[in-house]
């Protein structure tokens, strides 16, 4: 399960981040997410949630959205979107296409929990 690790590297991240700018509490974290990355949101946030129990970062809701993937032929030069895995260039034909994105998984923004005392 990728998902665990997955969610350590953004717990330190997202930890790193609240030290440097002296955040108390995070409300949400948007993150972005290839199609190819495999990360199945509900598994990857209880593993998030295991993670930060009795932590700063308990509580914590992750916004994932997901990206399609894109593209590009070397044979014709085309570049194009697929929602769906794909090995042949849709004008070409040509086999064995590889994404230029679609893998990686990118935090996007945390979105601060602002408390009045």
């Not at 350590?8 to 002296?22: A, D, L, W």
């Not at 990355?37 to 949630?49: N, R, T």
């Amino acid at each position: 399960m990728h998902e665990m690790a997955l969610a350590q590297n953004i717990i330190n991240i997202v930890e790193q981040v609240m030290e440097c700018n002296g955040v108390e509490k995070v409300k949400a974290i948007h993150i972005t997410a290839g199609k190819m990355s495999l990360v199945l949101p509900d598994s990857l946030q209880s593993c998030f949630d295991i993670l930060t129990k009795n932590t700063k970062l308990e509580g914590t809701a992750l916004d994932i959205k997901f990206m399609p993937l894109i593209y590009h032929c070397p044979i014709c030069s085309k570049i194009f979107v697929s929602e769906d895995m794909i090995d042949n260039c849709i004008c070409c034909g040509w086999g064995n296409l590889m994404p230029i994105f679609g893998r990686s998984v990118k935090i996007e923004g945390i979105e601060v929990l602002n408390e009045v005392t």
